[in-house]
């Protein structure tokens, strides 16, 4: 299957720099991730993962076996170049797979899952019990709607697809492999009723690159309760300096003031670096009159992404991002 069928981008950013991957629980779909566009930067567009079975893809059936389905994700994004990937619970494990079958995998979070070595020694077969007992797991971690199971029709609609995967996720054993080399960030919820933080913090034995564990207040669903917080780790974890070619003067934050207070007529030291510069006066005509010295530089303004974040700090990374993909 291609890109279109596993992937959505909730908020498309042509102009971004930065994927994130994102795959969802059990018993979710993309959607789990729709709030999340609204804390990123501009330079990153979000990527989130569907699963067969829910959603848009509702017609089709569910997948029980992990692997097979992480290899499909790998497969469709193999051309789509460096990505980070973020997966919460069940959405963790594919996630791990998925970047050992990605070589542009740039970097890993797990969210909510204990380390592979953890997930050998433990088996569970939750996904055999009857409707009430799956039921009742869900009520445990968090993770479900009480009245959507109420409801007789949509408690038959969603009943399957939760059972499918906690199949797949149960019968689940990852396999000893190398470890990853690139850089992993755990997360976990310190009230946890199905894991720890110890065994959340034990992910460090799957990658020889950089490795770092937090633990949050909550339990499974800690994320929920976190979001601003656990976006910010993400964002922190998965930025890496990069070697491009020297930004113009213009282009950096400095630059930026510079040009906005000559324009406004105003002393620089009145324009700070996160100020909403639609604020500050800059209004439709003066964006033109900016983006014709932009231009003149060679860069291709990218102003849907302007408005959304509009500071110089903002429209710095931008501009200059821009600049390095038409340089």
């Known amino acids: 299957m291609s890109f279109a069928d596993w992937i959505r981008v909730p908020r498309p950013r042509p102009y971004a720099t930065r994927r994130l991957v994102c795959f969802p629980p059990a018993g979710f779909g993309a959607g789990f991730y729709r709030p999340w566009p609204d804390l990123l930067p501009a330079d990153v567009e979000l990527w989130a993962v569907q699963y067969p ?5 509702f017609t089709e059936p569910c997948r029980t076996e992990l692997t097979a389905v992480a290899a499909e994700v790998a497969a469709a994004l193999a051309g789509a170049g460096p990505v980070s990937l973020f997966g919460h619970s069940m959405g963790a494990s594919i996630a791990y797979e998925t970047a050992r079958r990605l070589p542009l995998a740039r970097a890993l979070v797990v969210s909510g899952r204990p380390a592979p070595s953890h997930q050998r020694a433990t088996r569970t077969t939750r996904y055999l019990d009857d409707d009430a007992a799956v039921v009742a797991e869900l009520d445990l971690l968090g993770g479900s709607q009480p009245d959507a199971f109420a409801d007789p029709e949509l408690r038959a609609l969603l009943l399957p697809v939760v059972r499918a995967d906690f199949e797949l996720i149960e019968t689940y054993c990852p396999p000893p492999a190398p470890p990853l080399d690139l850089p992993v960030l755990a997360l976990c919820g310190s009230a946890d009723p199905r894991m720890t933080p110890a065994q959340s913090a034990d992910w460090r034995e799957a990658t020889t690159g950089r490795f770092t564990a937090h633990a949050l207040t909550g339990g499974h669903f800690f994320l929920t309760d976190h979001l601003p917080e656990v976006v910010r780790l993400v964002l922190d974890h998965t930025t ?5 070619m020297p930004v113009p003067a213009e282009l950096t934050v400095d630059g930026v003031r510079a040009s906005i207070a000559a324009l406004l007529g ?3 030291d009145s324009v700070g670096a996160q100020d909403n510069l639609l604020l500050l006066g800059v209004d439709s005509i003066k964006l033109m009159a900016l983006a014709g010295q932009w231009q003149r530089l060679g860069v291709e303004v990218p ?8 500071t110089a700090e903002g429209w710095a990374r931008l501009l200059a991002a821009t600049a390095g993909q038409t340089g």
């Open 266 to 268: 105003v002393d620089v």
């Open 240 to 244: 890496t300096k990069e070697t491009d």
């Open 53 to 57: 079975g829910r959603e848009d893809r």
């Open 303 to 310: 102003f849907l992404e302007l408005a959304e974040d509009p």
